[in-house]
């Protein structure tokens, strides 16, 4: 078996024009050699392969789309059960060796590509589940995948149908090359609610989850053009405080003044943590752990084609606490952050009912960066607040560690130079703001390099309506992971 | 025409045992003078006529608790227009012209029973509107009086129904007797969202609404056996600010520590505008104009009978911000105070959804006493809020002046010699914590003594679930009214 890009470095490094890729040097200075032929022809084909990909990657997206796979609704729960049948057909179709693993919660499709047992193994994980949608809010019918162009309309088009498609695209022709890469698929269906049943998953199927490394398309881009990697995510605590001082609504004509609202002193504490002016955390110790980020990796975010303009133009904010492209990147990706993300409690309806009510809750939740650890930061918070405010209830929903992955080491080069072959131009390490659970996972019980190679660009309105993706980032992607898989193919197990 | 209680006073006076009301002694001491023969005929009367009007007045409550005139709820529209039908023909049948009166809300009843134009006019003043109802926290249905030994449970039968009848029967009875005063009876069907067509309809009839005197009876006791007397009103502003930073939510991966979080915000303004633990507002200007109580007036409020902790367990609350009799009393009758009633925005379900909500809306009144002025308080707490944030938005919902009425003159008289005479015991004067819009704007135009003479429990539940009333504090009513009628009846208008 030929590993074409080792002899294609190997003949022609040195031999480049500037600022000319040697993939492309490769053709322009030497088609005679065997080997070099083949390359040649295979890279000649793959766009060519690729653009004949599109129909076929459209019905599969349409079918995808079209299975309203909303994890957080009860009511999908069939509709969960549908999508789990028809993406193990998908794989089947494949070539793969399926089996769908129940949890206690939805299942996971699982599935194996094994060719050779003594070739290199792959696993590939994406999400299927989607987020609800309100359909009034879209200008299509999000579970009918709409075609505009080279776009893609629906719910789950970019998180994560789409980059799913395209890495089993990918698979399925690298395995018509006969690259010597086995695979392994995880598609989990609850990645939307925090993935609360994958570490069980993870823990159950170790022994038929031995691989070398894992490939993640969950990921996205800060600017269309300008690829990114992703080696870090940020962690996550998430909490509710609830203050019960009553039974029941009292008037606050009989009662106000006296009676203690706890909307108020909800409202009282959330000051106490924090300056939402600023953002600014008040609790000693929140910030000890935060691990200082490099020069190097600054330049790699500032490198990443984001404009702090456009940022706030994608999310529709008015006005940011700051706004200085590198400043917005590194407080995102590097820095920790705390945010009220609702209050239950009191009237909400029209106008106002001068009520005081019984009780309130704050939902909650502190993003974390390496190094800080959610239990400890969790404690902080609760010993904050408990010893201004005994009363006050404290429950931990959701936690998640920050992780931080290989920029350098050789599937971070593959991953570069596969960027680097699909799109044209060397990708940026970046870090993600968010939380992907499965990573934290994998990472702690797989203990292979993880690689997140995602597709998704601000303007495809990941978790908004009109979700969309479209076909340049799936062809790209598409080439991208075939070139992935070839490299891989050829790095030697340590001993 | 002879007026009972001039000659009796006039004849006993003097002749009293101590402790012993002079109203007793006259029939302990003599029996036979004409005018005392009569006085004593018709207070033996009264007690045995009262018992007597019994059946008629759960029969009519009945009916009015019937009607479920709820008028925060636009679907009764239907029941409301019944309720002031029903209630106009209630008049009508103890001889007053009636008319409906529209508003650009809901209408008023309004009766006349003018016997002689010579004769003053008392005015007397109750809503047949009620508060919203959830019957599964009812122990009965609340539109079905339930009568359970002297204790009457439905859905407005101390607020306000059941009151109205107790004067409606009082008239009834001193009509019969020749008491010499005309009678205007004014019955509102939205009191209990604020009055907002009030003011018009008095403004509109005022030229027939001229009279000596308003009797209003919906203000509560602080004991049961502790008549009182209210003379205060709190004041209200009521507003809501709202503060957009965004036009969707964002995942608070993609952007949490960059993104404004308006509910962080707000949390925080409410914060700067009061200390939640203490009450205590931080607004400059907020106290400058607040009445000092006197040392009489805080003895009155002490000898209501009021219990802190009776007053705890009656609104359930599991603590209050303070604790002493006296201080929480005075907090309530004589102290503004404010209040956060709800926050909207953001995610309010099960768990924990981390977004960044785009906008949210704090809804927030304050009560104010004599002699705040709430408009002025408004612009304070603008002035301080604008200042610190501009861009927020503020929207004045409600506002409605503080009351102080009279505690000395002819009719305060009246009404302690009534109620020492219905209830044995002289009354307190207190000051109310509540708003009632109308006794405002009753007192701006029509320019004369109004009265509170409520009858109203803590345990009666104002608002509450299992609201109810009470056959005792109703004959004791319908006596204290029959008095305080025959007492003012007897008062020259200044000249």
């Known amino acids: ?4 890009g080792q002899k294609r470095r190997g003949a022609v490094q040195g031999e480049c024009y500037p600022g000319i890729e040697p993939i492309h040097c490769a053709v322009l200075s030497n088609t005679k050699g065997l080997y070099l032929i083949m390359t040649t022809n295979q890279l000649d084909n793959l ?5 004949q990909m599109r129909p076929e990657f459209e019905t599969q997206l349409a079918n995808l789309v079209a299975i309203p796979t909303i994890s957080s609704d009860p009511r999908r729960t069939a509709d ?67 075609i ?21 695209m990918a698979v399925q022709y ?14 989990e269906f609850e990645e939307e609610v925090g993935s609360a049943h994958f570490e069980d998953f993870i823990k159950a199927e170790q022994a038929t989850l031995a691989t070398d490394s894992v490939l993640v398309a969950d990921t996205v881009w800060q600017a269309a053009g300008r690829p990114a990697i992703s080696y870090g995510l940020r962690g996550l605590v998430s909490f509710e405080l609830t203050l019960q001082t009553g039974t029941s609504d009292v008037h606050s004509g009989l009662a106000g003044g006296v009676a203690r609202n706890p909307l108020g002193e909800l409202a009282h504490i959330i000051t106490e943590c924090y300056d939402a002016t600023t953002g600014h955390v008040n609790i000693p110790g929140f910030y000890d752990d935060v691990q ?26 008015i006005s ?20 009220v993300h609702g209050l239950v409690g009191g009237y909400t309806g029209p106008g106002v009912k001068n009520i005081i009510p019984p009780t309130a809750t704050a939902k909650l939740s502190a993003r974390l960066v390496p190094n800080q650890d959610p239990v400890r930061i969790f404690n902080l918070i609760k010993n904050f607040i408990k010893e201004r405010h005994p009363d006050i209830q404290m429950r931990m929903v959701d936690m998640c560690n920050p992780y931080l992955g290989e920029t350098q080491g050789p599937y971070a080069t593959a991953a570069t130079d596969a960027t680097k072959y699909a799109f044209g131009i060397a990708p940026v390490f970046v870090r993600e703001g968010g ?16 690689m997140l190679l995602g597709l998704g660009l601000p303007e495809h309105g990941y978790h908004s309506v009109n979700e969309n993706f479209d076909w340049l980032q799936a062809a790209g992607g598409i080439k991208l992971f075939v070139k992935y898989f070839t490299e891989i193919a050829k790095i030697q197990r340590p001993e």
């Open 1 to 4: 078996m030929v590993h074409l």
């Open 47 to 51: 766009d060519v392969d690729i653009s």
């Open 80 to 146: 969960i059960q549908r999508g789990v049948e028809f993406a193990a057909e998908l794989l089947a179709n494949s070539g793969f060796t399926t089996r769908i693993v129940s949890t206690a919660g939805n299942p996971v499709v699982c599935g194996k590509l094994i060719i050779n047992p003594s070739w290199p193994t792959v696993t590939f994980y994406n999400h299927l589940d989607v987020q609800p949608v309100d359909p009034s809010e879209w200008q299509t019918d999000p579970f009918n995948l709409t």
């Open 148 to 168: 505009k162009g080279d776009r893609y309309f629906g719910r789950g088009t970019v998180d994560d149908k789409g980059p799913a498609l395209a890495i089993l």
């Open 174 to 187: 690298v395995r018509e090359q006969n690259v010597p890469l086995n695979f392994t698929c995880i598609w």
């Open 292 to 317: 200082p980020v490099t020069t190097a990796e600054l330049n790699g975010f500032t490198a990443s084609g984001f404009s702090a303009t456009d940022f706030a133009a994608v999310h529709g904010f």
């Open 320 to 339: 940011m606490r700051i706004s200085k492209d590198a400043e917005v990147l590194s407080r995102i990706m590097t820095e920790p952050s705390f945010e």
């Open 435 to 450: 939380s992907i659970g499965s990573v934290l996972t994998m990472s702690k019980h797989l203990k292979v390099p993880i």
